[in-house]
């Protein structure tokens, strides 16, 4: 498959040198990057470059979503469809992939460094590994793209040759199941504030919490039943402990091109309005300790 630099509207880059980057999690990004079972291999360091995401231009085709990162020296794309690749395919150097499962889709990631040559070789793999994307299907990319170079991706893996099969995904098994509310929705929120407030009240046991956001619904997972006493309402100092690390990351505006990756992609797949990634502050302090108190009663129903 040849792809023309014309056809892609690819932006020459001026920075070609990349550093490697140490990115430190907190409890929010776990959510938002927690797609459950995945393999990877990487290989592309990521540039230290980090970009403000208030001032973020972000770019619709349809359901797709785009945003430029000049200067980043990469290209991020990801795929998501709902039937699961099952060809075997050598995956190409200098690229960082990864294939997890999100909201009852197989999302295939990629991340190259910013040249016509790895794109090219990209595209080629992807039009091997991938099935057809169709309309229903979404992308997502960031990094040194623009509208005409998503339009064209598009346009290229709508030719993919890949074989596939539906999106089929066991129901979670643990001892403890609970629904999540719709992700990204104020109650989910309260959900992740709840869940910190479990897991320090479960501490000193051996004892595992985990997020699972592979099927359309999420759940919160433990490898135990939940004690009565766990469920009590929170006190003031708890409710202030659990939400004060999510303030504080909420707070920095900078985030690197991989973070500001990953919230685009959960923005596109779970359909949440532009000013999720740039709101995080607004949304937390709306919620309130009543909210909490509610959610948390009713992880024993």
Known sequence: MSVKRKQLGFIQLS???LWILIIVLIPLVVV???MGSK????SVPETIYKFDISSLAIGRLGADRWVNLPGSGLIALSVAQKRMPVNRVDVPEHQDFSFSFRNGMAVTRV???????????TLDFLDQWLSPVMPDDILVMSGEV???MLESVRTELH??????????????????VIASPPFGSPDQLAMIVAADILSHRMAGYDLQLRWDHQRTTSYLTLNTTIQPDWLRAPSEQEYVAALQPLKQFADVSLRSPAQIHRYLTAM????????????????????????????LQSFNQ
């Open 39 to 42: 393999t990877e291999k990487q």
């Open 15 to 17: 920075r070609t040198t």
């Open 111 to 121: 991340v190259i460094p910013a040249t016509q040559a790895q794109l090219e070789l």
């Open 268 to 295: 596109a797949i779970y359909h949440l309005p532009d000013t999720f990634i740039s709101h995080q502050t607004e949304r937390l302090e709306a919620l309130t300790l009543q909210q909490v108190q509610q959610v």
């Open 32 to 34: 938002l990057n927690n």
């Open 159 to 176: 030719k993919a040759k890949g074989k596939a099969v539906d999106v089929a995904i066991p129901a979670p098994t643990a001892l403890s």
């Open 146 to 148: 623009d509208a005409g």
